[in-house]
């Protein structure tokens, strides 16, 4: 069975940072590409970054020089550093963990954790 908890979500202040984790249990960890969305109140969940299987990185402009995704396999954990906060980061925060094609399953996500940027 697999499960994704994410963790590290609160409030912080304008310009401040966060580092959220997300640790999987149930996959073959490393062979996964795993995904950070967020969900911000009234709109579509988005992409804000992936980190591929061969630790290849691609983030959406509008966080692109703030976050970086980086991953510890021996741990089974991705982690979202966010660093320059700011207010339109708002968001909840949910890890996707998808596998490779041939493996012919579906992704999986987390339940989210909330990251509230506010003065």
């Known amino acids: 069975q697999v499960q994704i908890v994410e963790s590290g979500g609160g409030l912080v202040q304008p310009g401040g940072s966060l580092r959220l984790s997300c640790t999987a249990s149930?996959?073959?960890?490393?062979?996964?590409?795993l995904g950070w969305y967020r969900q911000a109140p009234g709109r579509q969940r988005e992409l804000v970054g992936v980190?591929?299987?061969?630790?290849?990185?691609n983030y959406t402009d509008p966080v692109k020089g703030r976050f970086t995704i980086s991953r510890d396999n021996a741990k089974n954990t991705v982690y979202l550093q966010m660093n320059a906060l700011k207010p339109e980061d708002t968001a909840v925060y949910y890890c996707?963990?998808?596998?490779?094609?041939?493996?012919?399953?579906?992704?999986?996500w987390g339940q989210g954790t909330q990251v509230t940027v506010s003065s």
């Open positions: 996707n963990a998808r596998p490779p094609a041939w493996a012919g399953s579906g992704s999986s």
């Open positions: 149930g996959i073959i960890f490393n062979i996964y590409d």
């Open positions: 980190i591929t299987s061969s630790d290849n990185t």
